[in-house]
C-alpha cells in the first residue's frame, strides 16, 4: 500500500482533508531537512531545498491506488503544478519509502512558511 506524506490542505481539518477518506492515517511525520515550504496564497507548497532545507512537518497516510490517483488529479501532476515523488522522513518513519507532492512552478515572492503549514 503506497504511503503519502500530507502537508497541506490534505491534512486532518485541511479544506481537502476529505479526498483521504476511507485511507489509514499512520501518524505525525517530518521530512528529512532538504525543503522549503511557501504560502501560495490559501495552500503551501514545498519545494526541494538542499542547501537551507528544513524538517517539513505533517502526516502520513497509507492510501489505496484509487486514492492516488485520486490526489495526482487534486495537485494537477498532469499539468506539472506538482510532482510526486519519492522522499525520505525522519524517524520512526524512516523505515518504508513514501512519497509527496513538491511544487514545481516559481516560489518568487511568496512567504516562507518555516516548518508547517496551520489548517
Known amino acids: 500500500m503506497p504511503r503519502i506524506f500530507v502537508y497541506g490542505t490534505l491534512k486532518r481539518g485541511g479544506s481537502n482533508h476529505s479526498c483521504l477518506e476511507g485511507q489509514r492515517f499512520a501518524g505525525e511525520a517530518g521530512t528529512e531537512p532538504s525543503f522549503r515550504l511557501y504560502d501560495l496564497g490559501g495552500y503551501p507548497g514545498m519545494v526541494p531545498a538542499p542547501e537551507n532545507g528544513l524538517s517539513i512537518e505533517g502526516e502520513l497516510w497509507e492510501i489505496d491506488s484509487s486514492c492516488l490517483a ?50
Do not use: K
Open 70 to 119: 485520486r490526489l495526482d488529479d487534486l495537485e494537477d501532476t498532469a499539468a506539472g503544478l506538482y510532482s510526486r515523488v519519492a522522499i525520505r522522513l525522519l524517524p520512526p518513519h524512516d523505515s518504508r519509502e513514501a512519497e509527496t507532492y513538491v511544487y514545481r512552478r516559481s516560489v518568487a515572492g511568496r512567504p516562507d512558511l518555516g516548518t508547517r503549514f496551520s489548517v
